[in-house]
């Protein structure tokens, strides 16, 4: 068998246009502007751009480029002229505080660097503190010139018409194709770096849940940057699905994701529940209300049953899975087996069941242990820690020494530990109960309630301060920060300290991160000392569905 033949990334565009070249690739650009492509059309630009990737811009084997930018064509394409030349892409989460992303680039050595036109105002003043960016790519339209302190600078569509014909070497399997880092859990965002390999594997091995066909229309709504959209245009493009990319867009405006799904047909979509919470409401709203025949992935938190119930009605079936950064991400997606169906007496629990993270994805692995190592019953009850591996987890972080306190073995039998506590139950279906680090989703993105402390706590007029996540009925969880003032504050206007302490949160942490800072005597604390966060947790978990208070 050919057992060396490397699977690459490249391939999965080449195989797309020659057999499924008329296939359209549609992209609602930077501007609001829809751009048709074909798979073909695809290729060649993708051909172009490796070219001038390797020509005019110099980029060698094992460089690292990276984009800021949001889900459009462009961004789609430099997976692979990037991958295709031997050169990692470094994914660039936008959300993450300035701080953090000068720390991605620093920490992954990025040499060229791509950014949305609309993106350049907010990053225009930091983009100089990347220390080894030489040559900065600006994707979209742009009605001025643009000086960055020196760096030079193109358009992207300048080399896509300067570029050429290009023949795509065959790439070691393991070599990593692209990086994404984690969102700051604790401490600066680590490196997780992908391999061709994992890669392919990881969108093979979609269909096996979620599959795909060449009638299909797959709206990426998860950002790009986000562990590769989930996978989901990969795999998409294996079968030469219609792939629909929906630009800039908000969860306060959603007409243009309507629109898209009803105008393309869309059949397939992915995102988090506080998105479909969004466009459930919205399609509420309409007058005369739209049908779909729709699958979509929910992931990054635990779909609410209602949201699920709600989408049904206009034709769109949520599936639930389960993954992270660290294995590409998909490890778990929920299928329903013939004998559990028996099993369910209710529409409610029937309902309640499809909101398990699942069974796991073949060949993905899983084992769930106590403090002790020793493995947990599959009884539904008892909890232990996640521990993963297979052929798209990764074996270590990049460059961060946070690897000897994540992995668990050697050789051949290494497990991630996920951090999270989980129960099995008897059908071998696995359930998230808790995190074993005070982690807050929102809106399945990751925030650090540690570092949000510290930082509290770092100003003059806090005493004490500690962060937990709530319950919230449209982001999932929400941080709320209770706050003890030293006693020459107490005294002072609480809005106005509230505004200070929010003021100076801002400056390391992003808007959506910020928290409802609620004003307290005391804050309760265990037998060691420690903040109790169990209490509050169960104290306020009905916080945001009730009339709050600002101070206690």
């Known amino acids: 068998m050919m057992d060396d033949y490397p699977l690459n990334v490249h391939a999965i565009i080449r195989h797309a246009a020659l057999y499924f070249g008329e296939n359209e690739v549609v992209s609602r650009d930077v501007d609001g502007n829809i751009i048709r492509l074909t798979y073909r059309d695809t290729y060649d630009r993708v051909q172009r751009m490796a070219s001038m990737l390797e020509g005019e811009l110099g980029v060698r084997p094992g460089d690292r480029v990276g984009a800021l930018g949001v889900n459009t064509h462009r961004y789609y394409e430099l997976y692979y002229a990037m991958s295709g030349i031997g050169a990692v892409f470094v994914e660039m989460n936008f959300r993450l505080s300035p701080i953090e992303i000068t720390h991605v680039a620093n920490h992954s050595k990025v040499k060229v660097l791509f950014i949305d036109a609309p993106l350049l105002p907010q990053f225009k003043s930091i983009i100089p503190q990347f220390k080894h960016v030489e040559k ?18 193109y358009h992207y569509e300048d080399l896509i018409k300067s570029g050429s014909k290009y023949d795509f070497p065959l790439i070691d399997e393991k070599s990593a194709c692209c990086a994404c880092y984690t969102s700051g859990t604790t401490g600066m965002p680590k ?3 992908y391999s061709h390999r994992s890669f392919v594997l990881h969108a093979m091995a979609i269909h096996q849940v ?7 229309s797959l709206l990426q ?3 790009l940057y986000h562990v590769n959209g989930w996978g989901m245009p990969f795999a998409a493009t294996i079968v030469g699905s219609k792939l629909v990319f929906p630009g800039m867009w908000s969860i306060n405006d959603l007409k243009p994701i309507i629109d898209l799904m009803i105008n393309e047909g869309v059949t397939r979509s992915n995102g988090v529940p506080s998105v479909w919470i969004s466009i459930l409401n919205y399609l509420r709203s309409m007058n005369p209300k739209p049908r779909f025949n729709m699958k979509v992935v929910s992931g990054g938190s635990e779909p609410p049953v209602a949201m699920m119930r709600g989408l049904s009605e206009f034709g769109i079936e949520v599936i639930h899975a389960y993954g992270s950064t660290e294995t590409s991400p998909l490890t778990h997606v929920y299928v329903i087996k013939p004998e559990v169906l028996n099993k369910l007496r209710s529409d409610d629990e029937y309902w309640s069941h499809r909101a398990k993270q699942g069974l796991p994805v ?5 084992k769930v242990v106590d403090e002790y190592g020793r493995d947990v019953p599959w009884d539904g009850k008892t909890p232990g820690e996640l521990l993963e591996r297979g052929p798209w987890a990764i074996r270590e972080y990049f460059n961060d020494k946070r690897t000897f306190d994540s992995f668990y073995g050697e050789g051949f039998d290494i497990w991630w530990k996920s951090g999270n506590a989980v129960v099995i139950d008897e059908d071998g279906y696995m359930k998230i109960v808790d995190r074993l680090k005070d982690l807050i989703k929102s809106g399945g993105e990751w925030v650090s309630s540690v570092d949000m402390e510290n930082y509290l706590m770092a100003h003059p007029v806090v005493y004490e301060a500690t962060v937990i996540g709530v319950p919230h009925p449209r982001w999932g969880e929400r941080p709320l920060a209770f706050v003890v003032l030293k006693p020459e504050y107490k005294d002072k206007n609480k809005d106005a300290l509230r505004k200070e302490l929010i003021d100076h949160l801002s400056s390391r942490f992003v808007k959506w991160q910020l928290p409802e800072i609620l004003f307290v005597e005391s804050i309760p604390k265990t037998s060691t000392g420690k903040f109790d966060k169990k209490v509050l947790r169960e104290q306020y978990k009905d916080y945001f569905g009730k009339e709050k208070n600002s101070e206690i």
């Open 191 to 193: 490196g997780v770096y």
């Open 210 to 216: 979620f599959p795909m066909n060449p009638s299909d």
């Open 221 to 223: 709504l998860v950002p």
């Open 136 to 153: 900065v790519i600006v994707m979209g339209k742009v009605n001025e010139t643009i000086e960055l302190s020196g760096l030079k600078v």
């Open 362 to 366: 073949f060949p993905m692995e899983r």
